[in-house]
């Protein structure tokens, strides 16, 4: 076994080339447990958490986005004034485990592992973000929604790094919401993220833990669009209502030992229409 | 510039300010058993090795992390502050003080990982209310004590040093 710890993003690139199939360790909040079990016995290990270019987030106003490294920890995604340019992230990673679990973890680590369940990647898959690779050979981009293919699986091809995500700065109401057993330090049973496009006219609506991987809703979106007054921020009771009925068939549930499908398609529906009523708070 | 071990290479881990070896572990060891099994360092306890009960709670380059979450072999160049590194043993720190006049101590498993948290909560927000005392320490899981008491231990602790002088 061995364990490399580059402090470049030119090393850990090399050090991927050598062993495209190396376990790339990020916060280690996802890959240890699974170390720590012995479900996962890695042959070569490159951390990342060292890498200096990973470790920070740029905003251009030109394009008015936020271009987020990789080994950015909710811990830092929670700090103005990231915070105030990206609402609904900040508070998806507020609700990530633990202080200690948010020190560690990263944005590029939730998009690694790419659980369902994972808290950033429905803010991600809501602003329609852009994730960027590496590799020794070169670099490519492509978006959060080619970039996610099932539970645990990415298109990351071995040899290949996260660098980033891109997100846009949206003008308009955002959030994220989840339900679990506890208000810490807990997977989500359900969650949301919407994203109010005031200039583009939009709501944006993407669903985590109810299907293999994070849903976007087409149809609750498209909904929204006509039912809501962007002017007024206003919507009506019926019509949130609706909303949420429509996120509800979007989801794709299952039952597991943390919930039922019932439960989950039912606290979707709840948690769609309570954040189309932040947004648009005027009846 | 790139820190590589390879297996049973020795390699050196900083903790509370020494620079100590670790030698025939296996790389893929936890900062947690590396800490307690290699290193003889007990006060930090092991319950759940996957980062839900804050009890292996340390600092690494002062952040408070769980070291059962940490690849020991990963933290080459860190600086590692565990419970033993917190104060001389005799000379208890005011937030352990403080956990022992409260009756914040019952069977005590979660308590050193509550005291790292505690300095940490305490270097963030000198002064904090009671919710945010409850999220800030959110990560460390104790069954005994109903938490009341470990609440007003850090409030003691505030209260102090706000009168102290040293917030």
Redesign the interface.
């Known amino acids: 076994m061995s364990v490399l710890v580059p402090h470049s993003l030119s090393d850990a690139l090399a050090a991927l080339a050598d062993n495209p199939d190396a376990l790339v360790l990020a916060g280690g909040t996802d890959a240890m447990v699974e170390v720590n079990s012995g479900h996962r016995k890695p042959s070569h290990v490159i951390a990342i958490n060292r890498v200096s270019e990973l470790r920070s987030w740029t905003y251009d106003p030109v394009t008015a986005t936020v271009h987020i490294g990789s080994g950015v920890t909710y811990a830092e995604l929670m700090e103005s004034p990231v915070a105030e340019l990206l609402p609904a992230l900040a508070e998806a990673s507020r609700t990530v485990g633990s202080p200690q679990i948010r020190h560690a973890g990263t944005l590029g680590g939730n998009l690694g592992t790419c659980s369902p369940a994972g808290d950033g990647l429905p803010v991600v898959s809501a602003l329609d973000g852009v994730v960027h690779l590496a590799s020794a050979a070169g670099e490519r981009s492509l978006s959060v929604h080619e970039f996610m293919i099932g539970v645990k699986r990415t298109a990351r091809q071995p040899g290949e790094l996260i660098t980033g995500v891109t997100l846009p700065v949206l003008t308009g109401w955002q959030g994220y919401s989840k339900v679990g057993v506890r208000n810490a330090m807990v997977i989500a049973l359900a969650s949301t993220c919407l994203a109010t496009d005031l200039e583009g006219r939009n709501v944006r609506l993407a669903l985590g833990s109810v299907g293999p991987t994070i849903l976007r809703c087409t149809e609750a979106e498209a909904f929204a669009a006509t039912a809501v007054s962007f002017e007024t921020r206003s919507v009506s009771v019926a019509d949130a209502r609706r909303f949420g009925e429509l996120a509800a068939a979007a989801s794709r549930p299952i039952d597991d030992h943390r919930a039922t499908a019932e439960y989950r398609r039912h606290a979707i529906g709840v948690l769609a229409s309570r954040l189309l009523r932040r947004a648009f708070p005027n009846e | 510039?790139?820190?590589?071990?390879?297996?049973n290479e020795q390699y050196e881990l900083h903790v509370n300010g020494e620079v100590r070896p670790v030698r025939d572990s296996?790389?893929?060891e936890?900062l947690l058993y590396v800490l307690r099994e290699r290193l003889g360092l007990l006060g930090s306890k092991g319950a759940c090795?996957?980062?839900?009960c804050?009890s292996c709670?340390v600092l690494v380059d002062d952040?408070?992390?769980?070291s059962?979450?940490?690849?020991a072999?990963?933290a080459?160049?860190q600086s590692i502050v565990t419970i033993e590194g917190v104060a001389p043993i005799g000379s208890p720190s005011d937030v352990q003080q403080a956990f022992v006049d409260a009756g914040a101590v019952q069977c005590g498993f979660c308590t050193p990982g509550l005291i790292m948290?505690t300095h940490?909560l305490l270097e963030r927000i000198a002064d904090p209310t009671e919710f945010e005392i409850r999220?800030?320490l959110?990560?460390?899981v104790c069954r005994c004590t109903g938490y009341g008491r470990i609440i007003e231990a850090v409030q003691r602790v505030a209260v102090s040093r706000r009168d102290s002088g040293q917030s």
Do not use: H, R
């Open positions: 510039m790139s820190e590589s071990v390879a297996l296996w790389l893929g936890s090795e996957q980062g839900e804050g709670s952040e408070l992390v769980c059962c979450l940490v690849l072999a990963s080459v160049d948290a940490a999220e800030e959110s990560g460390n």
